[in-house]
Nanobody, 129 residues
């Protein structure tokens, strides 16, 4: 199970911290990610963190969000600062076994939404101007 919380309505420039409690999985190597889906649009990656603690962020949020996890609490976090109206979306956490990097033919990219098997139900973030 993955259960998100922490969403809400804030004004532009505000902050929110999202949480995702993870239970029932025993991957030794894994990737945990935050995704979001704005109204009428597809799901996009926000940030992810590997089992080694390495992190990666989408360009649109770099410098404004921080992904972290507390292993003792089995909880993933997304601290979001300086929120903008375009950050309005349903936010989801996701988990799968394996590296966050997908490497093939000399290329590499971060794991996409279709490459995660386990998802939470989402938490809504609404930012007003």
């Amino acid at each position: 199970h993955l259960v998100e919380s922490g969403g809400g309505s804030v004004q532009s420039g505000g902050s929110l911290r999202l949480s995702c409690v993870v239970s029932g999985y025993t991957y030794s190597n894994f990737c945990l990610g935050w995704f979001r889906q704005p109204p009428g649009k597809g799901r996009e990656r926000v940030a992810d963190i590997g089992s080694d603690g390495s992190t990666n962020y989408a360009e649109s949020v770099t410098g404004r969000v921080t992904i972290s996890r507390d292993n003792d609490k089995n909880t993933l976090y997304l601290q979001m600062n300086n929120l903008k109206p375009e950050d309005t979306a349903m936010y989801y956490c996701a988990l799968d076994g394996g590296d966050c990097w997908i490497r093939f033919g000399g290329h590499e990219r971060r794991r996409g939404s279709h490459e995660y098997n386990w998802w939470g139900q989402g938490t809504q973030v609404t930012v007003s101007s």
